[in-house]
């Protein structure tokens, strides 16, 4: 069930407006003990007087969630999947009350995913305030400076509190408590002088800049093993195993900005833009870059060419190149060497204590360049009724920051940031608007699609890079030629139905596969070498979709509201770790319907793989094209139902206005996934601007809820 309640209030005079809300926010999880709440309060408002202008736009957010909590590195839905379904649920008799089983006898070892969630409280609060003011003055006629100077303050806490409980095979032994915390500060201050002229036929912007931004972040943290069993929910009560942790880094940045836009008859625009951006991030002689842009636009609907043909509304044509920095994926301190305390060693005789390398610097990294060539057209006929808009976009980034792995010889094990990659990303995109007016029916339709093709251009010498990891290993493979975390495996031909064909398989005589027993996968000998090596792995499909697309309708005729929003993609693919939970029968977990379909010696001609104990063929321990699907899917997202009350009544009971409505979400799917939900993630980049090589995996995602929400809105 979701709860809402939004309180707004709004005002204004001739010198100024204001605006208040105040939110309140309730979800029960699709999973049990998942709920979220969250709070909001925000507030704005803008002011003049003479030549000044000031405003403010302060928020506040409070939420708090219980997570979902996991049994052995498990999600508690491969565990749902797994677990036998004949073992009861709870056992009054044994420590926490939830059953446990031998799995020496069951022959698996999957938790109890319900006393795995019972039993363990992990709790997140979140804290976030964001507040900025501005003021702007009119120094001469033309002439403003504007100054705006924002604070985020965010705090975290979080306590995972498990329970003492006998569910064997996965028991929680003692009770243990672990909080961490942290806590963050970041202001920027930004100051712009503007000019701005007209004179005749000639349009002039100059605009020069300067701004500054500082961010801390600090974060504790420590946990602690009693002997309790049922409620301990202070540190200081925990009797041994106890850990401390603690981390604080500043980062800052300066840019200097200067933009000049000119235009003529309105017709002929040209811009200019600067940067020169420093951060804090890199080391000396490279903590600098300047990045500059231009764009030209020629509005060919205001030649007397054009302005004769009645249908056409706007014409326009744009064409801009730019670079822009990026710094985003490394941390701080990157160009200094990490050290760790607490290693001891022996010299003469005597044992020190002594430090060793974490992180080796690299003090000739610097910043990351995107460069962007785009080419559009924005097309309106008949007075906006339609508007079409096109671009072609073509975006490089180079000196991409990669985390090379270090060679042994260098005494670590771990990695080093480098500037060695060039990615590019191009496509189209375009865009559709219909806005009609017909009596009481307004309409408005938007539709949009966009093409992508993302491709590692060259990784400069670097390795490629091997990640997703998954039960079996790691799936996808960033290399020069292909996507970004494209997945990466072996090739699967079918199922052998018999001995016959196991026979048939060979290589200048000798059998491919000689191990392999009727019902095995066959797998594709690639590179001809008559064995199957990591060597025939290749490259099985990208998570990163060809196309996106989305359509928005909104519908209004007297006082009934209707509004809808699609959104698709089409051409990528997912990697279905749930295929190896639901399929495996490499051991006596509980498996999918799926596998009804398997091969037995009265069922040979399937593509579903015998049920054979330790999986001596890599039917499921291979990462193989066997786990990938398509992950196309096109989706209604959000469908509104709205009745206003007529005036006429409302004026009655001192309502200005009153409006009851339904909201879905999530309603209709339309996809070929096999498994709970093909929406899990379609962006090129990770967490602070990574390349993101894991990308499209399956491996339990917490599904998206199918939600009705019903309401009121009231104005006074």
Not at 131 to 152: A, C, H, M
Request: hydrophobic fraction near 30%.
């Amino acid at each position: 069930a979701i709860y809402e309640n939004v309180l707004d209030i709004s005002g204004g005079t001739q010198n100024g407006n204001y605006y208040f809300s105040a939110g309140q926010f309730k979800q029960d999880g699709i999973i049990i003990y998942t709920p979220y709440k969250k709070y909001t309060v925000r507030m704005n408002s803008n002011w003049q007087a003479d030549k000044f202008k000031f405003g403010e736009n302060v928020s506040f957010i409070y939420s708090q969630n219980r997570a979902e909590g996991t049994n052995g590195g498990r999600t508690s839905i491969e565990e749902l999947i797994k677990i036998t379904p004949n073992i009861p649920v709870k056992n009054p008799n044994v420590v926490g009350g939830y059953s446990g089983y031998n799995a020496s006898l069951v022959g698996h070892d999957a938790s109890n995913p319900v006393g795995s969630l019972a039993r363990q409280k992990n709790m997140n609060y979140n804290k976030r305030f964001i507040g900025n003011v501005y003021g702007e003055y009119e120094i001469i006629k033309d002439l403003q400076f504007r100054s705006t100077f924002g604070v985020i303050n965010s705090e975290y806490l979080n306590t995972n509190l498990v329970l003492k409980s006998d569910m064997v095979p996965k028991s929680f032994a003692n009770t243990t408590l672990s909080e961490f915390s942290s806590w963050s500060y970041n202001w920027i201050w930004e100051n712009m002088l503007t000019y701005h002229k007209i004179i005749n036929d000639h349009e002039l912007t100059a605009m020069v800049g300067y701004t500054s931004e500082y961010y801390k972040y600090h974060s504790m943290g420590g946990s602690g093993t009693t002997i309790q069993t049922e409620t301990n929910d202070i540190l200081s009560k925990t009797e041994s195993g106890f850990t401390v942790n603690g981390n604080e880094n500043e980062i800052s940045r300066i840019s200097y900005l200067g933009r000049i836009m000119y235009t003529f008859k309105n017709r002929y625009i040209l811009t200019t833009n600067f940067r020169r951006d420093g951060s804090s991030k890199f080391g000396k002689g490279n903590k600098w870059g300047t990045f500059p842009s231009a764009s030209a636009a020629w509005r060919m609907s205001e030649e007397s060419f054009i302005k004769n043909i009645n249908a056409i509304s706007n014409l326009k044509l744009r064409v801009s190149y730019g670079v822009v920095g990026n710094d985003a994926p490394v941390g701080p301190y990157s160009y200094i060497s990490g050290l760790a305390s607490g290693q001891d060693y022996v010299f003469n005789g005597t044992k020190y204590s002594g430090v060793t390398i974490t992180a080796f610097n690299n003090p000739d990294l610097t910043w990351e360049t995107v460069k962007q060539f785009d080419v559009g057209i924005d097309l309106g006929l008949f007075r906006g009724t339609i508007e079409l808009t096109a671009d072609y976009y073509n975006k490089r980034t180079e000196d991409m920051i990669i985390s090379v792995p270090l060679p042994a010889s260098s005494g670590s094990s771990g990695t080093i940031n480098k500037n060695l990659g060039i990615i590019l990303n191009k496509g189209f995109e375009f865009s559709a608007t219909v806005n009609k007016k017909a009596g009481d029916l307004n309409l408005s339709i938007t539709a949009n699609l966009a093409t992508i093709h993302n491709e590692v251009l060259d990784l400069k010498g670097a390795p490629p890079i091997i990640a997703g990891d998954v039960e079996f290993g790691q799936c996808t493979k960033t290399d020069s030629g292909h996507s970004i975390g494209e997945f990466y495996g072996y090739k699967m031909l079918g199922v052998f139905p018999d001995q016959q064909s196991i026979d048939n398989y060979t290589h200048n005589g000798q059998l491919i596969q000689p191990n392999a027993k009727p019902g095995d996968i066959k797998w594709a000998d690639l590179n001809n070498d008559g064995q199957i090596t990591d060597a025939d792995r290749y490259f099985m499909g990208s998570p990163i979709p060809k196309f996106t697309y989305g359509l928005n309708a909104s519908f209004a005729y007297k006082g009934i509201d209707l509004s809808f929003f699609f959104q698709g993609v089409q051409g990528n693919k997912i990697y279905a770790e749930l295929v190896c939970w639901t399929e495996g029968m490499q051991n006596n977990s509980n498996q999918g319907t799926a596998v009804l379909n398997r091969w037995t010696p009265t069922n040979t001609h399937t593509d579903i793989p015998r049920a054979v104990r330790n999986d001596p063929n890599g039917n499921i321990s291979k990462i193989s094209d066997r786990y990938i699907k398509d992950g196309s899917y096109f989706r209604l997202k959000n469908l509104t139902l709205g009745y206003t009350i007529p005036k006429s009544i409302t004026n009655k009971i001192r309502i200005s206005n009153l409006r009851i409505y339904a909201t879905g979400r999530n309603l209709l799917t339309f996809t070929k996934y096999p498994f709970y939900d093909p929406e899990i993630g379609s962006n090129a980049v990770g967490a602070n601007g990574t390349v993101n090589t894991s990308r499209g995996i399956d491996n339990g995602y917490y599904p998206q809820a199918r939600t009705v929400i019903m309401g009121i809105q009231v104005s006074f």
